[in-house]
């Protein structure tokens, strides 16, 4: 009889091949994209399976999941926490190569009484190749 662990996720093909995927893009791809991409490998995988597989790795701290309030959600293979450039034409999302600001944690938490463990920061604007080609945004047509 199989125990259960705490913390340990059972490895499934499924769940290596999403990985691999997210892993292997800079993209910060939707679940959908992640389903375009994964049925090369995997032609019989669901949708469902895509999204039970993405939550499983979110949660599992294997995968990081980037909620941008009404839009879609996006994914990022790497974990550990790293600020974004999210351009407000195209709707790219880019790693930014800023050193993560530990202390904002403790100064968040000495004005505010609260115990903060982490923090989330995000930079909005035009990318380079909006900014270049002078592109229309694209809301909501």
């Given at each position: 009889?199989?125990?259960?662990?705490?913390?340990?996720?059972?490895?499934?093909?499924?769940?290596?091949v999403?990985?691999?995927?997210?892993?292997?893009?800079?993209?910060?791809?939707?679940?959908?994209?992640?389903?375009?991409?994964?049925?090369?490998?995997?032609?019989?995988?669901?949708?469902?399976?895509?999204?039970?597989?993405?939550?499983?790795?979110?949660?599992?701290?294997?995968?990081?999941?980037?909620?941008?309030?009404?839009?879609?959600?996006?994914?990022?293979?790497?974990?550990?926490?790293?600020?974004?450039?999210?351009?407000?034409?195209?709707?790219?999302?880019?790693?930014?190569?800023l050193?993560?600001?530990?202390?904002?944690?403790?100064?968040?938490?000495?004005?505010?009484?609260?115990?903060?463990?982490?923090?989330?920061?995000?930079?909005?604007?035009?990318?380079?190749?909006?900014?270049s080609?002078?592109?229309?945004?694209?809301?909501?047509?």
């Amino acid at each position: 009889m199989a125990t259960s662990r705490p913390g340990f996720i059972r490895k499934t093909k499924q769940r290596e091949v999403i990985l691999s995927v997210l892993r292997g893009t800079d993209t910060h791809p939707s679940a959908d994209w992640v389903y375009q991409e994964v049925r090369k490998v995997l032609p019989n995988i669901s949708l469902g399976t895509i999204y039970r597989n993405l939550r499983i790795l979110v949660e599992s701290g294997e995968a990081m999941e980037l909620a941008f309030g009404s839009t879609s959600s996006r994914f990022d293979g790497n974990p550990k926490n790293h600020y974004h450039f999210i351009c407000d034409q195209c709707g790219n999302v880019y790693d930014l190569a800023l050193p993560v600001d530990h202390g904002i944690d403790k100064k968040a938490q000495e004005i505010s009484s609260h115990k903060v463990v982490s923090h989330r920061l995000e930079f909005y604007g035009v990318c380079n190749e909006c900014n270049s080609s002078n592109h229309t945004p694209n809301r909501g047509s």
